[in-house]
């Protein structure tokens, strides 16, 4: 399917285990973005990505790790997973018309017990 | 740097009824900006863009915003809501010379009959 994909979309893990998230998009879209999204606090971007193995810290990086080995995908692992890692996560690529906008994923719902 | 800010955290409205969602912006340089919304359980769609030209742009589905550089506004209107415009909406500002995009914190648009 084109467009902008994450897996999984749903994950529960147990405080200090290493967890990944993916996201793959079909556009060859040069930049990628990684945002979480907590009630109160909008979204915030964790980290992005220029280009594959250009990669660059957002907002709030601490406590997660990003690689861009193939322009198409973009995963994020949370390295020892922590309760306030709990959070919706976001994946995005930017084109479009304008090369500005941003197309995102459906998102993956991750809580850490 | 670029920050957001969206006044009002819930908007209550009765179905035909006008709407007004207010984002405000702070950037010493021209900026980009946008609406996103969200719908529960999903992901961002991008609902319009100002990048330059008409101060004035349009959505697809009778939403509008006015770019106004004096008072470093965006404010997304529409004359008569429906109850399928409720949903979460953001605002989003990009310089110029920026990779990212910095969001608002969101306003949860509430329609009902």
């Known amino acids: 399917d084109a467009g902008i994909t994450q897996s999984p979309r749903y994950k529960i893990t147990e405080t200090g285990r290493q967890v990944t998230l993916m996201c793959h998009q079909t556009w060859s879209h040069s930049y990628m973005f990684w945002y979480r999204q907590d009630l109160g606090h909008g979204l915030r971007l964790i980290y992005y990505s220029a280009a594959a193995d250009i990669t660059d810290k957002g907002e709030v990086p601490d406590g997660y790790v990003v690689s861009r080995s193939k322009t198409e995908n973009f995963p994020l692992t949370l390295e020892s997973a922590t309760r306030s890692q709990t959070s919706v996560y976001f994946c995005a690529s930017r084109g479009g018309t304008s090369g500005y906008e941003q197309y995102f994923g459906p998102g993956t719902r991750l809580t850490v017990t | 740097a670029q920050s957001v800010t969206q006044l009002d955290s819930q908007v209550p409205v009765f179905e035909e009824a006008p709407v007004e969602l207010r984002c405000n912006y702070s950037?010493?340089?021209?900026?980009?900006l946008f609406w996103y919304v969200q719908y529960p359980n999903q992901g961002l769609q991008l609902l319009l863009k100002y990048l330059s030209g008409s101060t004035l742009v349009e959505s697809i589905n009778g939403f509008e915003a006015e770019f106004n550089k004096s008072q470093t506004s965006f404010h997304l209107r529409k004359p008569s809501v429906h109850i399928s415009d409720t949903a979460e909406y953001f605002c989003?500002?990009?310089?110029?010379?920026?990779?990212?995009?910095?969001f608002g914190t969101g306003t949860r648009l509430q329609v009902t009959l």
């Open positions: 950037s010493s340089v021209s900026v980009y």
């Open positions: 989003a500002v990009q310089t110029g010379t920026a990779s990212k995009l910095t």
